[in-house]
């Protein structure tokens, strides 16, 4: 019997992909959680691209992280539950990540796909007072964020049937409700 149901929650950059996964593991005992962001490459590492106009990297990219070690360690996760759990409650397993979907394999592991957006405005004014480390430069929003964002959406929109939209603008409880409600849905 499988003991995991895994949560990929998706999306564009500040739409509250991390806090709702925050709040499901927060919510759902025995949870784990996975982030796509604690697999990007070191920045001297010579696998990046580097946006020569700019003079900065481009860290959206799926090549700007680690999707292999990723998948392997959670591959890793499945089949520790697999051995250590057999005929218990089943485990909510969530994956995090702007760009989790552009990875097939750890698409497929997916029981539920959810993906948050917002329009290019609101993007904006979310992320133009986040900290990042390297720090955005002037113009990456435009030329990089935002274009390689539109890509992605358009691929997992060709893609996923199954992909559940959500609207990243609205209030985090309501999106919260909305997510938790399906979750308790499918795990009864």
Not at 102 to 125: A, G, V
Not at 145 to 155: A, G, L, Q, R, S
Not at 172 to 179: F, P, Q, W
Request: with cysteine; hydrophobic share 35%.
């Amino acid at each position: 019997m499988k003991q995991w149901f895994v949560i990929g929650i998706s999306g564009v950059t500040c739409s509250g992909k991390s806090t709702l996964a925050n709040r499901i593991r927060d919510n759902f005992p025995g949870s784990i959680m996975v982030r796509q962001d604690d697999y990007f490459l070191p920045s001297n590492d010579p696998r990046h691209i580097r946006i020569q106009e700019l003079n900065h990297l481009n860290w959206d990219l799926i090549t700007s992280l680690d999707m292999q070690r990723m998948h392997s360690d959670v591959i890793k996760i499945l089949q520790s539950r697999e051995k250590d759990a057999a005929g218990s409650k089943k485990t909510v397993l969530i994956l995090d990540g702007f760009l989790l979907f552009r990875h097939k394999d750890i698409t497929d592991l997916c029981d539920r796909k959810y993906f948050l957006t917002l329009t290019k405005e609101q993007c904006w004014e979310r992320r133009k007072i986040r900290t990042y480390d390297p720090p955005d430069v002037p113009g990456y929003f435009d030329k990089v964020v935002w274009p390689e964002y539109v890509k992605y959406k358009n691929e997992v929109t060709q893609k996923n049937e199954d992909m559940t939209f959500i609207d990243g603008s609205k209030d985090m409880e309501e999106i919260y409700e909305i997510v938790s409600q399906d979750i308790n849905r499918l795990l009864s």
